[in-house]
């Protein structure tokens, strides 16, 4: 029974870059509502893993499953159902430039999902309106700051009706006082249910949210558990050490 509940599984998956092995046999599961959170120093392999859970990076080995079904990579038609149904939300928004906000939204509607014109308009409005930018429909992305570009590139995610979103740094590209308006859309979609895997450095904002944390580190997740646990007070668990750092690295650019 429980197993039903399953939309992602990922068994073993190992990665090459440039001579070195960035992914070291990564395993996860991910229940349907859930969040799950990647934390870890920079050159872990969280991005690496979001591009090679959607294939966008191929794994060297390993399986991914979508809803109970493997992903062939050599499939094209494997390939084209997973990207349907898994949204990607990139560090430095991924927007057309030559496209308004809407056109946005609405490009893939047509070109992947095959809808009108008229229909797929209504839909990207909707997803607009959804993340706060209905009224930014006819801006180009030059005129959009950082944090609207970002929303975006989520009302263009979740378009798609997506089983699961993959966010990779969702806020590193934003200034401070934007990064506030994209974690709020983030905290309505898991309030609303969305199955989410995200990297993120936002600790104290994903510990409120997710029902796990994967510390990742030299290309393995070395260390899981819900956030209370692993950041609980005398903790001396890998990731308490390492968001002790980041608080003492955010308190420093403050003072």
Known sequence: MQNESVVLRVENVVKHLGGQRILDEVSLTVKKGRLKVLIGPSGAGKSTLLQCI???LPPDEGKV?????E????SRKDLLWLRQRVGMIFQDFNLFDHLTAMENVRVALIKVK???KRTATHRAMEELARVGLADKAGLYPAQ???GQKQRVSVARALAMDPAVMLLDEPTSALDPELIGEVLAVIRDLADAGMTMIMATHQIGFSSSLADEFLFMEKGRIIERGAPSELLARGSCSRTMAFCAKLSELSGEMGG
Do not use: A, V
């Open 144 to 146: 959009l700051s950082g």
């Open 65 to 69: 499953f979508l809803d109970g079904r």
């Open 54 to 56: 959607n294939f966008l």
């Open 71 to 74: 992903i062939n990579p050599k």
């Open 114 to 116: 095959k809808m009108d």
